[in-house]
């Protein structure tokens, strides 16, 4: 479990989403590996047109559907190569030293599953953005993997890269917010960047305790912590916090029932994950 794994395609994201897994490796001092999957579209060019035109004919036809189904394939083959390496050359430029590139051949979840075993982050990109909570759904790419893999996973959502100078955790006092605690004090990526502990809810005495507690247990890591507590809707009023902490990152673990958790993986959709405007890192 080492490498950085950025999945990449030739969507507005994939700039960012190489730079993002750049300065990740360099944080994590992993070796990073550029991935980019040639899925099936689903919709083959060759066709069944028996009965609508004649036998002589259809073989023909057929035949030459066949041949651009064949010249597709390898123009995709050819673009993805030199997407890649594109990709390296940009994520070489940005510092990164062990490097390598992987093309593959059929479904993304299952490249990603395959990889799994030897991952400790991946990152990926986010297509579609929404203004409000209900106007579309999440990227399947994106849902899938984070459902599916136990590994980390960082999700840009496209805009061009600027390293953060602070992160934000999305915390609210469960067993899974204070394990993701665990996680960022144990672990090199974020060592050295302020951190706010925000949580949406009531302003009860037990919930500032709760924000105490694991600003103290971040300020035992050595993480300089400041807390929020903030009434409302999370899906609302967390975009509306982290928009004023600047260049940022958004921290969370991925399961639990709590409100907050559920816009991670929910039943439909990742809520937050459409809303925010700066990345979000989803801890197991």
Avoid at 27 to 50: K, M
Wanted: charged content about 20%; overall charge neutral.
């Amino acid at each position: 479990m080492n490498k950085v794994y950025a999945c990449i395609d030739s969507l507005a994201s994939t700039a960012a989403v190489i730079d993002w897994a750049a300065w990740s490796a360099q944080r994590l001092d992993a070796p990073l590996e550029l991935l980019h999957v040639l899925e099936r579209t689903g919709r083959p060019l060759v066709a069944d047109y028996s009965g609508a035109i004649g036998l002589g004919s259809q073989e023909t036809l057929l035949a030459e559907l066949s041949a651009l189904d064949a010249q597709r394939g390898k123009l995709a083959q050819e673009a993805g190569r030199q997407l890649l390496a594109g990709a390296r050359q940009r994520a070489a430029a940005a510092g990164v030293a062990r490097l390598d590139v992987r093309l593959r051949h059929g479904e993304l979840i299952d490249t990603v599953l395959e990889m799994e075993p030897d991952a400790r982050l991946f990152v990926l990109g986010q297509h579609y953005h929404a203004s409000v909570a209900s106007k579309i759904h999440l990227d399947h790419h994106v849902e899938r993997v984070i459902r599916a893999v136990k590994r980390p996973v960082l999700v840009s959502p496209g805009a061009p890269f600027e390293a953060p100078k602070r992160f934000v955790i999305a915390f609210d006092g469960s067993p899974t917010a204070r394990k993701t605690l665990d996680t960022v004090a144990r672990s090199p990526m974020l060592k050295g960047l302020p951190v706010l502990l925000a949580m949406v809810g009531a302003d009860t005495l037990q919930a500032r305790q709760q924000l105490e507690d694991a600003r103290l247990a971040l300020a035992v890591a050595g993480f300089e912590a400041a807390v929020e507590l903030v009434s409302g809707e999370p899906e609302e009023v967390l975009p509306a916090l982290i928009k004023t902490q600047g260049a940022s990152l958004l921290v969370m673990g991925a399961y639990g029932h709590s409100r907050i958790r559920q816009m991670i993986v929910g039943s439909t959709t990742t809520t937050l994950l459409r809303l925010s405007e700066i990345p979000v890192l989803i801890l197991r």
